[in-house]
């Protein structure tokens, strides 16, 4: 299950100041939307927008036909943040079900997703007993458990080395086959955001307003190899050069 | 490294645990009983040399042997007066810890009554105890209700701060989570914050648990005629140096006791022992 998600006119001022020009968006049901731009330019205020964690100055959110606070309310969204939200005194299989009982659904069988995850014979441990790369994955396991319409991820990957940064990429992109969802995905990495996304939302630096989206015209999930991929090569120099170009300006 | 080597440095390894693992037993136990030995040898021995280079007469700092002779002697009496100093202290720790508890919860769920109440207990906090004790005294004469009303107004103030920054110390990434879960103020109280204060809960307790013993015997001294207090007043009166420093020692090892206990019930309620947040 997957929702549009329609942003029209929003923006959000802390006093006299622009933390995000009026941004206008409409994004289709399993859409994968990249949020690229250089620090504070706004991207995390418009996930937490959408999210309705912060109320914006002027303009509304609609997830499907409901205002963003709605779909919180009716349990349509899911947060992935960088740092993991896993209760450290739980085990993983517990923090998953953790989720469901606090959304008051049951999206899958926990113990299934954490096998599909990769996390085979790691159920019953703690936070402090799994790896970085694990740790994510029972993140997103948790975070989608209730079966969310809307995916909304805050840069899940950045703690993670590059090696592991593209494994658990192409993982994701792999589940989100299995499990289609509408993904906002805040990143500062070019190419992790082409390899994911099919549009990016490329941001100006502060105070932020949209410079450009940008699609991606290939099917995912995109293999491997769609990193040499002359494509992949021209869309990544386009966006850097954008934002480039603009932090020079 | 090939298998067979692996498997036969772990056998190695093994044996040199098991043959290793008897003077390293031994070697624990010689290093624990110093860590008691340690702490009274170094009392003792600071005892005796203020007794030998003081020059004060033995009802002013009596020999320590003298001291564990009274407390034998009169055990019967020290102990029914303990009793009733272990009741004051109990009661009035539990009140402590209902108002500090209660208010910080209080204060989470509707914060304007924060604004309200929490500049009345730090006034409270900051009025001189012997003015406190003289009117609760005034209003409750000495009774159980007084003395108790004096250790809780002392423990408290370190339960309620303690709690507020506890509850206030949750991981922002775990709240965001509840709150895009849409949970209750309950689910995120009982589920994040709560686990998050227990640490700070803990440490209060730490201070609160060993000081109500103490505040306890000092409330019993000013207006009880029962309790450790009470024994330790009318020993001065009688220069009877010997049963103050018994009730001191005693006081000393339950305070001692308690702050064990509590630190050790902290460190099993601690769900940060041994866990790293990953960046």
């Known amino acids: ?249 | 490294m090939t298998p067979p080597d692996l498997a036969l440095s772990a056998d190695i390894g093994t044996a040199e645990k098991r043959s290793a693992s008897g003077p390293a037993r031994s070697r624990q136990v010689a290093v624990a009983m110093l860590r008691v030995a340690a702490p009274v040898a170094s009392v003792l021995l600071l005892w005796y040399c203020s007794i030998w280079f003081s020059g004060l007469p033995a009802f002013v700092i009596p020999r320590p042997e003298r001291v564990l002779e009274v407390l034998w002697v009169d055990h019967a009496f020290i102990l029914e007066h303990l009793w009733a100093t272990l009741q004051v202290a109990a009661i009035g720790f539990l009140w402590a810890n209902v108002a500090g508890i209660g208010l910080a919860v209080l204060f989470d769920l509707l914060p304007p009554t924060r604004h309200l109440l929490l500049p009345a207990a730090i006034t409270l906090r900051n009025v001189p105890y012997i003015a406190l004790i003289s009117v609760l005294m005034l209003a409750f004469g000495d009774s159980i209700l007084s003395k108790t009303s004096i250790v809780a107004l002392s423990g408290f103030f370190p339960v309620l701060v303690n709690t507020m920054a506890g509850l206030r110390a949750a991981d922002e990434v775990q709240l965001d989570r509840m709150r895009i879960l849409n949970a209750s103020w309950w689910q995120t109280f009982s589920q994040v914050r709560l686990p998050y204060a227990l640490p700070s809960i803990v440490a209060a307790q730490e201070i609160t648990g060993s000081g109500a013993i103490i505040v306890a015997i000092a409330a019993e001294w000013m207006i009880s005629s029962t309790g450790l207090g009470y024994v330790i007043n009318n020993a001065m009166q009688n220069y009877r140096g010997d049963k103050v420093y018994a009730v001191a020692l005693l006081a000393t090892a339950l305070s001692f006791l308690i702050f064990s206990f509590v630190h050790s019930l902290g460190k099993r309620l601690d769900w940060r022992t041994g866990y790293q947040q990953r960046g």
């Open chain 1, 1 to 249: 299950m997957a929702a549009t998600i329609s942003i029209r006119n929003v923006s959000r001022r802390f006093g006299e100041t622009w933390a995000l020009r009026p941004v206008d968006l409409e994004v289709a049901a399993g859409e994968f939307i990249a949020l690229v731009g250089p620090s504070g330019c706004g991207k995390t205020t418009l996930l937490r927008i959408v999210a309705d964690l912060v109320e914006p100055s002027s303009g509304e959110v609609r997830i499907g036909p409901d205002t963003a606070r709605r779909a919180r309310q009716e349990r349509l969204l899911g947060l992935v943040s960088q740092r993991p939200a896993v209760l450290p005194w739980k085990r993983a299989i517990d923090d998953v079900r953790f989720t469901q009982r606090i959304a008051g659904k049951v999206g899958f069988d926990p113990g299934k997703v954490l096998r599909e995850f990769g996390l085979e014979g790691h159920e019953a441990k703690r936070a402090r007993q799994l790896s970085g790369g694990m740790l994510q994955r029972v993140n997103i396991a948790s975070a989608i458990a209730h079966d969310p319409a809307v995916l909304l991820m805050d840069e899940p990957f950045a703690a993670l080395d590059e090696m592991k940064r593209e494994e658990i990429g192409e993982w994701f992109d792999r589940e989100l086959a299995m499990r289609p969802k509408t993904v906002l995905f805040v990143t500062h990495h070019i190419d992790e955001a082409v390899m994911l996304a099919d549009r990016l939302l490329v941001f100006s630096p502060a105070p932020g307003r949209v410079l450009e989206v940008v699609d991606v015209p290939v099917p995912r999930p995109r293999d491997v190899s769609f990193r040499q991929d002359p494509r992949f090569v021209a869309i990544a120099a386009h966006v850097r050069g954008l934002l480039m170009h603009r932090q020079a300006a």
